[in-house]
């Protein structure tokens, strides 16, 4: 380290808080005193004070500043770079709480720069004649440091602030402070760790010390945990509770070194092998194709005009699998730089054979989580070839669909690249009420989706209701809008249609009774030769086996049993859509809310939960001049905790009461 020759002598105000609190309410600064103390000669070189008017942009006051400072250091000839020169405050909180986050935030580049943390006042001062509180801060640890250097003091181990983000594996046995960790709460599910690092600027985050949590469904919940290297940082952090990132504000709270490791800590050997790679961004791609592997996904990003190179090429490809080796449709890739990832991340819902590949950041946290998950034997679900099931006829079509119940719809006019999860996002909470495996792709001649769907609803006032308010609504599709056709039909007329017996523009056109006869036909039974084979556990049909589920949101006495699939619809990923039965979503009902409420007052009420994403939906009462609000969640635990913390709490004037619906 090279020599120290200056110290800087550093001290702000904010038109906000001051002193313990300073930056703790984002105030901007609106003066700044600095003194450049020459420690070989023990005198003042310069002395200086800025203050913003209130006529002056605060971007221009800083920057301005900054511009100043810099030509004040040329034209005395003192190399920063070179650790010539330090920064030295009453306390950490200028620098990291003030200054620092307020540059970033208005994009004003600042020099990396150390100051010395913790100068303890304890020598007897002279009364100081200075009216600006700010300079005479500055005057003040001016007079103490060369008190300091008279009695021998030697000023060493400057404390750096970090400026980026490092990468870091973390262990189970991994010892971590409890009073390092804090939990943020309401982050945006495109939030990523370097999001969150830049959200707290000035502090120092241990290396690998941001992780972000995952839901049940092993997405963004909109959590995380972050480890700073000192309590101090932690106890700075705590008072950025409440800030903003972008509309949305962000809540801090205290946390265990006992949860950071559950998020953040793995032991998967391929996974650690894998994070050990010379690489600084890490990729999560999703929706992969069961059947691919290395080669095709260092095809899918060096193809194309934003072609980018894969660490390590085939090697460095991490798929995510099943206990039994069964591939879930993720893998993660990693980058050198973040030029490469940026071009990585264009190629977001790009194809891959016949499916869309989703791109997302992704944090080393993130692959430990997910890697923990598909081991984990309560989210594995064996193969249906497995199963034992019960027998059943399969000659009565009612069994396969209720009867004449309307408790179908038939979609039109999809794109024909669309695929299961951009139908459920276009129905939004009207999907809750699909049964399981109840969707079923139609096919044309040349088996590719022809864009009409068969989905079967839990019962005939669901169909209705997704009729109602999804008929001729838009579905957006890789930049393109399809105007969507959805009409209620019966069970028995989506089997007709599947089986390839009555042509699907011929819907609704037959009388209910003239659909199916108490006796199949002869094509009827060489329709049953397409069921994949694995169906039967024999070679006589009226023995066959057919794979059935039982529904939990059937009512009871229901007639029969949704199929998994049945010949013609393909199967289907099982991670598309079917929630197991531990993960049914929970609806909530928010009572009282105003009429005239909007859905961003109520994700700002409810911000920092996992609410399901498009599921709110008002309903409103025009006698009473209020609205009622349903909101799915994934788990129970979630919802009861919103009970519990937000019950008879206020939207505006309005007193919110919550109930649970079972």
């Known amino acids: ?61 800083l920057q301005n500043f900054i511009n100043e400072f810099d030509e004040k250091l040329n034209n005395l000839k003192i190399n920063a770079k070179n650790n010539e020169l330090i920064f030295v405050t009453n306390g950490a909180l200028l620098l990291r709480q003030a200054l620092i986050p307020e540059c970033t935030k208005k994009y004003i580049e600042i020099p990396s720069i150390k100051d010395l943390n ?67 709460r309401g982050l945006p599910w495109q939030c990523t760790d370097c999001d969150l690092a830049k959200f707290f600027i000035g502090l120092n985050i241990a290396k ?45 709270y205290r946390a265990t070194g006992t949860d950071f490791l559950s ?8 996974a650690k092998e894998f994070l050990s790679r010379n690489g600084k961004v890490i990729i999560r791609m999703r929706g992969l194709p069961f059947d691919s592997n290395a080669k095709d996904v260092v095809d899918f990003f060096c193809r194309g005009e934003n072609s980018c190179e894969i660490v390590d090429g085939e090697n460095g490809v991490l798929f995510v699998h099943y206990p039994d080796g069964r591939a879930t449709g993720d893998a993660f890739v990693m980058f050198k730089t ?38 984990d034997p309560k989210n594995f679900h064996s193969n249906s070839k497995d199963i034992l099931f019960p027998q059943m006829s399969v000659l009565s079509p009612e069994l396969m669909a209720g009867k004449v119940k309307k408790d179908c719809i038939h979609l039109k006019n999809l794109p024909t690249q669309c695929g299961i999860d951009n139908i459920l996002e276009f129905l939004g909470i009207h999907s809750q009420h699909i049964v399981q495996q109840g969707v079923h792709l139609i096919l044309n001649s040349m088996g590719q989706p022809s864009g009409e769907v068969f989905i079967q609803l839990n019962g005939e006032q669901s169909s209705q209701n997704a009729v109602l308010h999804k008929n001729g609504k838009t579905m957006f599709f890789m930049g393109q809008k399809f105007s969507i056709e959805v009409t209620q039909c019966s069970g028995e007329e989506m089997n007709l249609v599947l089986m390839g017996l009555l ?23 060489s329709s049953l030769n397409q069921i994949p084979s694995f169906i039967y556990s024999g070679g006589s049909t009226s023995s066959a086996q057919l794979p059935i589920i039982s529904n939990q949101y059937l009512n009871q006495g229901s007639t029969y049993s949704p199929l998994m699939w049945y010949c013609p619809t393909p199967p289907i ?73 937000k019950n008879y709490q206020k939207i505006r004037d309005n007193l919110i009461e919550i109930f649970l619906s079972i």
Not at 130 to 139: P, R
Not at 263 to 270: C, D, I, L, P
């Open 1 to 61: 380290m090279n020599q120290i020759r200056y110290f800087c002598l550093l001290n702000g105000l904010t038109s906000g808080a001051n002193d313990e609190n300073l930056g703790s309410d984002q105030a901007e600064l609106v003066c700044i005193s600095t003194i450049i103390l020459n420690l070989e000669l023990k005198k003042i070189v310069d002395c200086s004070e800025h203050i913003r008017t209130n006529l002056q942009n605060p971007t221009f006051f």
């Open 118 to 184: 913790d100068i303890k006042i304890s020598l007897s001062i002279d009364e100081i004649n200075e009216l600006s509180s700010s300079m005479y801060q500055c005057k003040l640890m001016n007079l103490i440091v060369l008190r300091m250097l008279d009695n021998g003091y030697v000023f060493q181990n400057p404390e750096i602030i970090s400026r980026e983000l490092e990468k870091g594996l973390c262990s189970i046995n991994d010892e971590i402070e409890d009073n390092t960790i804090v939990r943020v």
């Open 208 to 252: 690998g010390g941001v992780a972000l949590c995952l839901s049940s469904q092993g997405r963004r919940n909109g959590e995380a945990l972050v480890r700073f290297e000192s309590e101090q940082q932690r106890e700075m952090a705590l008072k950025r509770h409440r800030h903003h990132i972008g509309n949305r504000y962000i809540e801090v």
């Open 263 to 270: 998020v953040a800590a793995g032991t998967n050997n391929e």
């Open 338 to 375: 973040e030029q490469e990832a940026n071009k990585a991340i264009l190629k977001h819902k790009e194809m891959m054979g016949v499916r869309y590949i989703e791109l997302f950041r992704s944090t080393v946290a993130e692959v430990q989580q997910v890697f923990k998950r598909s081991q």
């Open 503 to 525: 042509p699907s523009n011929l819907i609704n056109q037959l009388p209910s009774n003239q659909l199916i006869q108490s006796n199949f036909s002869s094509n009827t039974f």
């Open 573 to 645: 990923s099982p991670s598309s859509y079917f929630l197991p039965s531990h993960l049914v979503p929970f609806i909530l009902i928010l009572k009282n809310a105003p009429f005239d409420i909007t859905s961003s007052e109520i994700y700002e009420f409810l911000n920092g939960y996992d609410i399901m994403p498009e599921s709110i939906q008002i309903l409103n009462n025009s006698e009473t001049y209020l609205s009622d609000v349903l909101i799915s969640l994934h788990n129970r635990a979630e919802a009861e905790r919103i009970l519990v913390e």
